[in-house]
């Protein structure tokens, strides 16, 4: 019990020190999934929105594919995506793999599925009248999407805090596609699971209460969104 409380202490000291190490990772973990966060979004989002306002056949089959690919391990995008980038595979000419960008890709595909599938139920939940009004105002496809987005504001921004939270909580795929490099794409779970290997408990930990405490910010911040 000791030893969990001394390395508890050791780790708060860490944090409080600004360990420059620690807050590398911490600056390489947020800058790849704000990333993949804002790529996702703008591929998903209206994908989402344009999948729950349009009727074509085989919709329901493509929603529960797309709710089945929310829950994929992370593993399997990072084997995927493996075998795409390395050198023997389609894309291994442009040299992705074990570089930030590779990460990024890995984080964007893992919550893809995610944002559309919210979008999609939020979209379907929302007051019907909006749409048929839009409709008869004789508004594109392009401007019915841009104004639901407008309109659901707020509840597509918790759409996306919660898929930044599964992105920056992904570790399999990180670790396959990044290689773990210090300095360059070691993100947190990547950098917990290889220090507490490594036995650096007091390191791991101090990542560890950082992330937990990047959940809580992302948490609280959906309350207040759903709150106001």
Known sequence: MDYFFQALQ???????KFDPEIWEIVKTSLA????????ASLIALPLGILIAITSFSGK???INILQTLTAIPTVMIGLILYGLLSR???????????????????QT???I????????ANTESTDPRLLTTLKMLGASIWQQITTIIRELKFVFLSVIMTAFGRAIGEVGAAMMLGGN????????????????????????????ILLLFIAFVINWGLY?????
């Open 32 to 39: 790849i999934s704000i990333q993949a966060c804002l790529y």
């Open 109 to 111: 595909c893992l919550i």
């Open 10 to 16: 050791a780790a708060l000291l860490l944090i409080i």
């Open 224 to 228: 207040k969104i759903k709150v106001n």
């Open 88 to 106: 023997k595979g389609p894309l291994g000419d442009y040299g992705l793999l074990y570089t930030e960008n590779a990460v990024v890709l890995g």
């Open 60 to 62: 329901q089959s493509l």
């Open 113 to 120: 599925p995610l944002i559309m599938s919210l979008s999609i």
């Open 181 to 208: 490099i210090q300095g360059s794409t070691r993100t947190m779970t990547t950098a917990i699971a290889l220090e507490t290997s490594k036995g650096n408990f007091e390191l791991g930990l101090a990542l560890g």
